[in-house]
Structures are given as C-alpha cells and as structure tokens.
C-alpha cells in the first residue's frame, strides 16, 4: 500500500467532505477551552480547535491539549427580589391593590415598577 504525503491525505478529506456537503477548517491552537457542564467544568490547554461547517450548523472539534482542571460546577445562589416598602406603597396606590398583591406583583416582575403596576391593572379588567 503507497504511503501518502500529509498534503495529500489533506487533499483527500477536503474531496470526502466537499462530497458530503460539509468544510473542515482547523482554527488553530487554544489558549484554554473551557467546558461547562452541568455538574462539571472541564478545561483544557493548547488543544487544537478544528470546526466542521454542515448543514445543520457547525461543529467544533478539540484535539490534544491538557487538561488542567475538572471541577464540579459551583451554583451561583440568586438572590430573591425583596421589593423596598416605598415602592410596595408606589405600587398598590397607583393600581389600586393592597400591598400584599402590589409586592407579589413586584417580585414577579423583577422590580419593573412600570410592569408591575400594568400587570395588576390588566387583571383588574
């Protein structure tokens, strides 16, 4: 069997893949690639990154490098939204609420005062 060259062995994937509809492009050597899982974050060092453009979108490729840490994901805690007594006050004045529906209402829309108060208008109606 004749060994073939790098360029052509190239040369032969860049025709099986053009007859597949798909391009291979290598983007060259990463930094850091970090991958972040759900229970894990995987990163990893000088791989090559190499990207398959398709139909349906592209696909990235890592080859090599060295994995420099594989640790468990950390949940950021969020922090409810405590709406301030002022803008309850805002709130159920302007809508025409008690405080209690003004506040549930500030707490659904984020703190939008505007929001809040269309809302409790809207089921008014």
Do not use: C, F, W
């Not at 995987?42 to 349906?56: L, N």
């Not at 949940?75 to 008690?98: C, M």
Request: net charge negative; charged share 30%.
């Amino acid at each position: 069997m004749k060994r073939l060259s790098p360029r052509e062995l190239r040369r032969m994937q860049d025709r099986m893949l053009s007859s597949l509809g798909l391009s291979m492009e290598e983007l060259g050597t990463a930094k850091e690639v970090t991958i972040q899982l759900e229970n894990k974050i995987i990163r990893i060092e000088g791989a090559t990154v190499v990207y398959i453009d398709s139909p349906t979108g592209r696909i990235y490729q890592i080859v090599g490098g060295r994995e420099i840490e594989s640790a468990p994901a950390v949940e950021v805690e969020k922090h409810a939204y405590e709406p301030t007594p002022e803008d309850v006050a805002l709130v159920a004045s302007q809508a025409g609420v008690d405080e209690e529906a003004a506040r549930g209402a500030l707490i659904e829309a984020g703190g939008d005062l505007a929001r809040a108060i269309l809302s409790l208008k809207a089921k008014k109606l």
